[in-house]
């Protein structure tokens, strides 16, 4: 039994050292240490070991329900033994009211609602846990060798990436079992952070953000178009093309929104711009300029004829109108002209990148960022900030205060 929960732990420590990549920067910001000459903790790692932060969230699909998971902020490999750190709330939309606090025996990295809003996916980097949105009851509990990239629009299967060695598979799975349905063999090793995927409403497309290929084998790539129907790559686009990330389908699985480099900078300054691809050729049909620096997030409004973004600003920016420091804007962008309906900025703490995402209709809008980090002694220095936005008027509805483990 020692020896089995042995080869457990190793497998458990090999899977996050693949799958996690610290940001030595953040670390550093946050006041992360090495331990003395003496062989003793620092303070400041003992604050960072305890630190809390908005790990991953997700809106069911009637809009009206949204669970968010908090975890370490960190490397991932000794952290997240707290109770604080494996939270995962579930929230009210409308009201802002917190319905229920799930206290797992293991933080989760993502999580997505799924059979229709009834039931919850929370998946560390080992293991996954299926919850009951009604009950709060777990249902299931299963060992899991894959990092998920997306819930599929049936809500019944993710699409997710597995290593072993070195071969890649994208790989169709039941949420509910873990079991594979199909799986496609891939040079490439995908982006594994935000956005992850995309994929059409008819589950039929997925864009795929690649971070590096095989050796000798698609390094240069750093997008691909997927059809999932047929199992293979329909369209790759390199380096030398400036696409990136992939952002959203339009309803009519025509178009796909991506992110376009308009300039590389040696030191990660990138200027950004918005393109309209045309899925059957991949063709640029259509640029749309950005103030943003950083990641997005961006979604098609309700009726179609907008375009509902959210602009990372991860250092000072200058626009016509103002100058924001790092934070977001929430906007709304006209299809046909390319001009704003309207623009406003969400102020964020610095500690983290803002974990976002937008309700199914594009109508709310959750943001999650900072952190909070607790000493040994009782002093607690909070910067959580977890917000609903109404991304048709562009107010904030609510803030939402996380429940302290009991």
Request: aromatic residues 8%; glycine residues 8%.
């Amino acid at each position: 039994m020692k020896s089995q929960e042995a080869k457990s732990e190793w497998a458990r420590i090999f899977a996050m050292c693949v799958f996690t990549f610290p940001s030595l920067g953040l670390l550093l910001a946050l006041g992360c240490s090495a331990s003395g000459q003496n062989g003793k903790r620092e303070p400041d790692k003992e604050l960072h070991n305890k630190s809390v932060c908005v790990k991953a969230a997700d809106f069911s699909p009637d809009n009206k329900l949204l669970i968010v998971a908090l975890g370490p902020n960190g490397p991932q490999v000794l952290r997240g033994r707290l109770p604080q750190q494996r939270a995962m709330q579930l929230w009210d939309v409308e009201s802002g009211k917190l319905l229920h606090t799930f206290w797992p025996d293991e933080r989760a990295h993502r999580v997505f609602f799924f059979d229709g809003g009834k039931k919850i996916f929370a998946s560390d980097y080992t293991s996954v846990r299926v919850f009951d949105g009604a009950t709060r009851a777990m249902l299931a509990r299963y060992q899991w060798d894959a990092w998920p990239l997306g819930m599929m629009p049936d809500g019944k299967q993710l699409l997710a990436f597995t290593k072993h060695d070195m071969d890649y598979s994208l790989e169709l799975r039941e949420a509910a079992t873990g079991k594979v349905i199909r799986k496609f063999r891939t040079n490439t090793l995908p982006k594994l952070e935000p956005p992850f995927v995309s994929v059409s409403s008819d589950g039929k497309l997925a864009l795929v953000p690649c971070g590096h290929g095989k050796k000798g084998i698609d390094e240069d790539t750093t997008l691909q178009l997927w059809d999932l129907s047929k199992g293979e790559v329909k369209i790759a686009f390199d380096r030398k093309r400036n696409l990136i990330d992939p952002l959203c389908f339009s309803p009519d699985e025509k178009f796909a929104l991506a992110q376009w480099v308009e300039e590389w900078s040696p030191v990660g300054k990138h200027k950004f711009s918005l393109v309209l691809l045309e899925t059957a050729t991949g063709k640029v049909v259509r640029k749309f300029e950005s103030p943003s620096n950083g990641t997005q997030l961006v979604a098609y409004s309700q009726e179609g004829k907008e375009l509902v973004i959210l602009d990372v600003f991860l250092r000072p920016v200058e626009t016509e109108s103002a100058t924001f420091a790092q934070g977001a804007q929430l906007r709304r962008l006209q299809i046909k002209t390319g001009k704003e309906s309207w623009s406003v900025l969400i102020k964020t703490n610095d500690e983290t990148l803002p974990v976002s995402v937008f309700s199914p209709d594009a109508t709310r809008l959750f943001v999650g960022n900072g952190t909070t980090l607790s000493s040994l002694k009782g002093h607690d220095v909070d910067r959580l900030q977890m917000e609903i936005w109404d991304a048709v008027k562009g107010k904030k509805l609510h803030t939402l205060v996380r429940q302290q483990p009991k």
